[in-house]
């Protein structure tokens, strides 16, 4: 029996899934080797959590599974866990992902994996909206784009949740075609005439939420960040997460809850005014 996909299971899968559609490992390979690294971190995790209960300090960039991890190896828990990664991976090269990335390297066209940025590249991901008098700047979290043939974009978001009941483009979605034009614009490309398709992918289903987006569709996402924005006592800094929630700063629409483990390998720690520090 396969239960619901855990958080910590879409992150990981997520990880590997990037280093896939990067070219960093092939096709062959990537759930092996996934499954063997969720196995050291599995067990280094529950290494840090008894020095935890024995007093022992342990650096917080180890601690990213200890909200996930007892003091001990749970064999059945790991086991369904290695089974629910091997299921998101497979999914995404039953559907030879990986193979629009490579075609579009070798054409020269344009590819984008988030799993490629490093820490310092935190604010490519933003977009500074301007209507009048009104100015945010929204943080981003898109997975991957891959440009096809005839100036044809393809943005996919892998998620991991219950799929809605809605199969149009979220707000998330339609946000981060928002955020391509820009980065293309900037690049000199052509967007004018480009099209797009925005996706999220539900793993390990592969259900696909989404479809063609219109310049309309983009542009709402721009009013929709605007409208949320209003009435907030600062208006400088949005985030989106990775569940499509318009955040201030981890303030006012939702609680921060900062700690050690949760705050070092969260993507917003170093624009959120309420991350730990040691």
């Known amino acids: 029996k396969r239960n619901r996909i855990p958080m910590w299971i879409g992150e990981v899968s997520h990880i590997w899934i990037g280093r896939l559609l990067e070219g960093k490992i092939n096709a062959d390979l990537v759930i092996g080797k996934a499954q063997d690294a969720v196995c050291a971190q599995w067990r280094e995790a529950v290494a840090n959590a008894r020095r935890i ?21 749970d064999e059945e828990e790991l086991e369904q866990g290695l089974h629910q990664i091997e299921d998101c991976i497979n999914a995404v090269i039953v559907d030879d992902y990986q193979l629009h990335f490579e075609e579009a390297r070798a054409a020269g066209r344009y590819t984008f994996v988030e799993t490629e940025l490093g820490p310092s590249d935190f604010e490519t991901q933003s977009i500074t909206i301007q209507q009048g008098a009104e100015r945010i700047k929204v943080f981003t979290k898109l997975d991957c784009v891959v440009e096809g043939p005839r100036n044809r974009y393809r943005i996919i978001d892998w998620k ?11 707000f998330q979605i339609r946000l981060y075609a928002s955020w391509l034009q820009q980065q293309l614009e900037k690049a000199g490309r052509d967007w004018g005439e480009a099209e797009v398709e925005a996706y999220s992918v539900f793993l390990p289903s592969g259900d696909r ?31 989106v997460d990775q569940d499509g929630y318009l955040r201030q700063n981890q303030r006012h629409l ?3 809850t900062p700690a050690e483990g949760r705050c070092s390998p969260c993507e917003f720690r170093d624009c959120c005014e309420d991350a730990w520090t040691e």
């Open 53 to 73: 209960e024995r007093g022992q300090w342990v650096h917080p960039k180890d601690r990213v599974f200890l909200e996930h991890i007892r003091g001990e190896v």
């Open 160 to 170: 991991t949740g219950v799929p809605p009941s809605d199969e149009a483009a979220s």
């Open 254 to 256: 939702c609680e921060p």
């Open 209 to 239: 939420h989404g479809g063609r987006l219109s310049k309309a569709d983009i542009n709402s996402s721009l009013d929709e960040a605007l409208a949320a924005s209003r009435g907030l006592s600062k208006l400088h800094t949005q985030l």
